[in-house]
């Protein structure tokens, strides 16, 4: 029998433990609720409309006759959005018994925040104000990986890419299909015309289990579409050219010669809906894309594994804002996606999303020395302690490895008004370049590029960044040493 202390112990940790799981699981069901209200709240910001309209003068409604057609036009998008969120959440296995943790009222008290990250912190402002810097939080992974951030947050586990399982009749559906049956979802009840419903709807996905969500945790599923544009749709080619394209030349050029039968490793920290490690994959490393928002696992996830054809689904990533529009229809235009199936994309074994907190996943001593390559694009802003990040980062390479940065300073802790003991280290880019000098880095190309983040390309408003670029080499152990 063990000793009473080490008992004591035990009991603790499995209390410790008890506790980080009703707290994940909690994270999660807040962040499946923010999908499942997805049309509610945005229905009501019809209604507002509506209400707005109402008030007017007959002679200035009679000059926007179009008006009520363009609010029904509005509800037809909602319900096409509502369908693919549905389907996506269909598709997504959670790993925890999510029937637990909820009290009789069906609120969530929530000793922290929810682990949703932020997921939006780089993007314009939408027209309510919101995608505000208020919740930022942690991690996320769909599927195993989840069931490890229980655990600690450790493990490094992957998702590989397979093909559209076709399980869930409805969510590999073709385009025009896909349409038809999104025209008949409204609120959580997914139908077809004669009222069938494309597969039997998960527990945790009933009504009843659905929780009050506060309206900026809805604003970040906005946020996830427009991100969806940014990663998967040809409307996003522009942007991805201004910030993936010089990043896998820059791979390219500098691993030119790759062999299959070593691939070199990249990692993505923060890796957002995927498409950059994808490509990296495609260009022949082992790639890893780590990414701790359950909002954007959910949706990696099923991009990557669930879509069978490139078009297969359609949204209105636009229609959430009236303000800068050149036209309604500009406002109103759909965006399919994926512009590519990711299955048949040419990906180079070993592609994994790792789900986690990067500074917890990779100060883990097996990450010491393992990677050829880190590649951060808009991501090392994201940090408390961006030091923290520039160490591990550094640790976790071989020596002469490389680290590819792109993006900005918008520190996602910067002016959190209100939330006490948020630490916010918030360093110039000289600063920066300092610190990652003081970690053995030194600088081999350095420019500015200009570019947008999850911008709506027809707006009369376009946010632009001048964002950092570089690549620096970490020396070698016997180089550093001789020139200290
Ligand atoms: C601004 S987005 C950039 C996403 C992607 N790299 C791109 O360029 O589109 C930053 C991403 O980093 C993730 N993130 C923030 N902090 C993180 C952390 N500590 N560990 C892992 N991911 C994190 C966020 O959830 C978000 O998806």
Known sequence: MKPRQEQEEDEERLRQRKLEESLEIKSLRRIISAYLNYPEAAEEDVK???RSFRKLPPSHKGLLSHYPLKFQRLRRCISINSYFIFSMLQAFEPPLDMSQDIDDCGELHFERPPNDGNVCSHESTTARGSCSKLDEACCG?????????????TAIEEM???GCHGSDAGSCLAGEENNKMAAECCGNHVSDSNGNVPSSPRDWLDPSFQLHVPLVDVDKVRCVIRNIVRDWAAEGQKERDQCYKPILEELNSLFPSLCNKSP????????????????ISCLGFVSQ??????????????????TQNAGEWTIYPWIHSNCNSLS?????????FPDIHPASAGITEGFSMCGGDFVEVYSDPSQVG?????????FIDTAHNIVEYIEIISRILKDGGVWINLGPLLYHFADMYGQEDEMSIELSLEDVKCVAFHYGFEVEKEKTIETTYTTNPRS?????????????????????????
Request: overall charge negative; charged content about 20%.
């Open 48 to 50: 507002r409309y509506e």
């Open 141 to 153: 992974e769909p599927s195993n990986v989840m069931s490890k951030l229980a655990e600690g947050l």
């Open 160 to 162: 590989q890419i397979e």
């Open 264 to 279: 070199p490793t990249c990692l993505v920290p923060g890796a957002g809906l995927g498409r950059l490690a994808l490509e």
């Open 289 to 306: 894309g780590n990414e701790f928002s359950y909002y954007m696992m959910i949706c990696s996830s099923f991009i990557l594994n669930q």
């Open 328 to 336: 309604d229809s500009d406002q109103l235009r759909p965006v399919s």
């Open 370 to 378: 393992v990677w050829d390559a880190v590649v951060t694009c808009f």
């Open 460 to 484: 009369m408003m376009q946010n632009r960044y001048f964002a950092a670029f570089w690549t620096m080499r970490k020396k070698s152990a016997a180089a550093e040493k001789h020139s200290t």
